[in-house]
Structure formats: C-alpha cells, structure tokens
T-cell receptor, first 104, second 121 residues
Framework: KNEVEQSPQNLTAQEGEFITINCSYSVGISALHWLQQHPGGGIVSLFMLSSGKKKHGRLIATINIQEKHSSLHITASHPRDSAVYICAPNDMRFGAGTRLTVKP | GAVVSQHPSRVICKSGTSVKIECRSLDFQATTMFWYRQFPKQSLMLMATSNEGSKATYEQGVEKDKFLINHASLTLSTLTVTSAHPEDSSFYIC?????????????????FGEGSRLTVL
C-alpha cells in the first residue's frame, strides 16, 4: 500500500462543475500541502494545513487528522484550473497526483 | 508572496559533463531547501534535504557523489549533476521552507522553484 494515495488519478470535468480530489496517507504529518503543477512543470503551493479547513477563492481544502485524509475542492471549475494536483503530507512524501482537465 | 528562483530552467549537455542548478529564495531566509526529481508523468521524488552550513541529507538510492548539493548561504542552494549521463535526464525541482518572511512571519510553508529540465545527450 502506498504511503500517500490520491484519487482519482485522472478527472475530466465540464466548466462550472464542483471538483473533489481526495488524499489518504499513512505517513507522519507535519503540515499537509496541496500543490498545483501546470504543464510547464512549475509548482505552486495552494494550501498548507494541519487541521480543519482553509479556503482561498474557489479552492477549499479540508483535513481530518484522525482519519488521515484530506480533500481539495474546486467550486465553479474553469479550464484554467486544468493541472496536476498533488497532495504532500510532509516534505518527503508526495501523492502521485490527480490530473484534472476542465473542458469549456 | 515568497518567491523561489531556479536557474537554468532548461539545460542540454553532453554526456560526461557536469551541470549546476541554482535555487534561490528571493525574499526570505531558507535554512532548509529540498531537491526533487520528477520523471515524466510521475510524482516528485525527494532526492535530498539541504541545510544551510551543513552537509545535505540524501535519500536512499541517491548517489551523493553524483548529485552534489551545496547550501552555502540562507538564500542559495545548488545541485550539481556530475558526469551526467542520458539516464540523468529529468525535471529537477527545488523547494525552500519559509521561516521568516520580510515581515518576520514564521510560516513553515514550502515554496517551490519553477524547475529545471535537464537533457543529457
């Protein structure tokens, strides 16, 4: 079993749809990061959270420490949200990523 | 927000040569920087953790003599791929843990460089 599991691996949505990406982990956690990687390769840290819920614009991240599970939600998805979203429970372990494609 | 600059973004070299990649934190001090490698359609793999003023800590399976890491200042870490071979072709990414931004805020957040795509011919 992988230490960090993300689902789904690939996701195609229509513009405007509500998106959920899940992350389950078995490793120790410092602060879980949700990262966004665009086709060019550059990575942006979207959230860092260790408890509860954070919101930034159309993005919402939640974490349940007891269940070792985190989710990333995108409301009113847009084609520019198309990217790979990566869950990282700590500095050393990363999920395989979820490739999101939002079609207009 | 905090910015991490990575240079060069793309480099092509001949087999047997060495390539240096720089990672700079532009507006904050980074006592810890991380170097990752990413193969196509795969996730990031941590290569080493770089602490300012001390030797880097390498992950299992990463050759220390091949991937030389230097973290001589609080704003700069370098990765040198020595005697590069075609199998070293990959996307190399650094990140820095923000401890103190200009306003003195302690964040602990990771800031990533844009990555460097190495192609060894």
């Amino acid at each position: 079993k992988n230490e960090v599991e993300q689902s789904p691996q690939n996701l195609t949505a229509q513009e405007g749809e509500f998106i959920t990406i899940n992350c389950s982990y078995s490793v120790g956690i410092s602060a879980l990061h949700w990262l966004q990687q665009h086709p060019g390769g550059g990575i942006v840290s979207l959230f860092m959270l260790s408890s509860g819920k954070k919101k930034h614009g159309r993005l919402i991240a939640t974490i349940n420490i007891q269940e070792k599970h985190s989710s990333l939600h995108i409301t009113a998805s847009h084609p520019r949200d198309s990217a790979v979203y990566i869950c990282a429970p700590n500095d050393m372990r990363f999920g395989a990523g979820t490739r999101l494609t939002v079609k207009p | 927000g905090a910015v991490v600059s990575q240079h060069p973004s793309r480099v092509i070299c001949k087999s047997g040569t060495s390539v240096k990649i720089e990672c700079r934190s532009l507006d904050f001090q980074a006592t810890t920087m991380f170097w990752y490698r990413q193969f196509p359609k795969q996730s990031l793999m941590l290569m080493a953790t770089s602490n300012e003023g001390s030797k880097a800590t390498y992950e299992q399976g990463v050759e220390k003599d091949k991937f030389l890491i230097n973290h001589a200042s609080l704003t700069l870490s370098t990765l040198t791929v020595t005697s590069a071979h075609p199998e070293d072709s990959s996307f190399y990414i650094c990140s820095a843990r923000g401890l103190k931004l200009a306003g003195g805020m302690n964040t602990g957040e990771l800031f990533f460089g844009e990555g460097s795509r190495l192609t060894v011919l």
